[in-house]
């Protein structure tokens, strides 16, 4: 059964062409040595082959001239640029090797190119590209607006039931004090620090005028998250600080739902739940694919806990179906981001070692001793400690 895969337009620095086809080579770089009067032979792994990508382009009739020219000076230029790769996407640090390109007599204007390209990093794998964050960003706006429209569709207050003028009020103050609590774990920057102090006083003083108006407190809601999501320079800390919200609402009280009052409150304290909980998660994935992890260990890591953020969001009953589109539509476009990040991301390996000092090891490994904290953190031990016997540390 035959598969349609979208593509993307083909171009290499900014000069767009038709595809024909695009072979990718890599792999491992083995050599098998065979042995005289045996049958069997044995397989040196010397690392990874980088990725070499090969495109046979079409420039077709449209400006023919002033695009093969272009796409030629480009091909020639040694820096480095971005490769719109057709299946892949797009691509950082790539830098053009040889091209063929043949014209013919019988289809003037109109010409076919075969190119090389190589990646310009320590292991030809692809880096992430800026594209790829933001489609990430793209698709966590969409969660965000469709989270904001079923808070301000869904949540209703009568007045009139005892108790859920009140419960609501509860409820939408600990969205602010959860947020302020959250960001205790790390210091925030001062002037952004401040903003996000006056709107949260804002938004306190004007609670009770907005649970009468739910439009007002789904953009009040969100103006917080944004707001708390730019309060730091780092998007591990981010992540760290927005990480404390996955567990909101876990103390809500429990009631009886015996009655019409009962329902509707029972009804907003979830979906107000719900909504803080997918909004982190939102913005936990945009700062999950930004972060340079030290290892794979702790990417995988980060990757559990949005998983288990995610399952656990995914099956609220209470999510409109576009927001549940939205949220499976983030997971997807962020794990693609972190399985790119992956490949570039240093392994854990175990070693073995005669007694030496941690910071002499990490210098005969690295060349350096910046490692020295990421590697006592990795084996629990202190920084000016020895080693020896078997020893955790990262690939190169």
Avoid: C
Wanted: proline share 3%.
């Amino acid at each position: 059964m035959s598969e349609i895969i979208a593509t993307k337009e083909a171009s290499y620095k900014g000069v767009a062409f038709l595809w024909r086809s695009a072979p990718t080579s890599g792999g491992r770089r083995v050599i098998p040595f065979l042995y005289p009067r045996s049958d069997k032979q044995a397989i040196e792994d010397q690392g990874l082959a980088p990725r070499k990508f090969s495109i046979t382009g079409i420039i077709s009739h449209d400006n023919y001239f002033v695009v093969r020219d272009n796409l030629l000076r480009a091909l020639e230029n040694k820096d480095a640029g971005v490769l719109v790769h057709p299946t892949y996407g797009e691509i950082n640090g790539v830098k053009a090797g040889r091209y063929t390109i043949t014209e013919k007599i019988s289809e003037l204007g109109r010409a076919e190119i075969t190119m090389e390209f190589f990646i310009e990093d320590s292991s030809g794998i692809p880096r992430v590209a800026a594209n790829r964050t933001s489609q990430v960003r793209a698709a966590s706006d969409a969660l965000n607006g469709s989270l904001s429209a079923d808070l301000s569709e869904g949540y209703t207050v009568t007045s009139s039931f005892t108790g859920n003028f009140a419960s609501a009020e509860e409820g939408a103050v600990d969205v602010a004090a959860s947020m302020t609590d959250a960001i205790k774990k790390i210091e925030p920057l001062t002037d952004k620090l401040n903003t996000f102090r006056g709107q949260v006083t804002a938004y306190t003083n004007n609670i009770t005028a907005l649970i009468q108006e739910p439009s007002n407190l789904a953009d009040s809601v969100g103006l917080l998250f944004s707001s708390m999501n730019d309060l730091y320079a780092a998007p591990g800390q981010t992540l760290d600080v927005i990480a404390g919200l996955f567990g909101f609402g876990a103390d809500d009280p429990v009631f009886a739902q015996n009655t019409a009052g009962r329902i509707e409150r029972k009804r907003n304290q979830d979906l107000l739940r719900a909504n803080i909980k997918a909004q982190s998660l939102s913005y936990a994935y945009l700062n999950a694919v930004q972060v340079e992890y030290d290892s794979e260990t702790a990417l995988n890591a980060v990757n559990d806990d949005l998983e288990a953020q995610y399952l656990d969001a995914r099956q609220n009953e209470l999510l409109s179906n576009e927001t549940l589109l939205n949220l499976d539509a983030l997971r997807v476009e962020a794990n693609a981001a972190l399985s790119e990040i992956l490949l570039n991301t240093r392994k854990v390996i175990t070693i073995e070692t005669r007694q030496i000092p941690l910071s002499v090891l990490v210098y005969q490994y690295y060349g350096s001793t910046d490692l020295v904290p990421t590697i006592a953190v990795l084996n629990n031990i202190q920084q000016n400690a020895f080693v020896s016997g078997q020893v955790q540390i990262l690939t190169e």
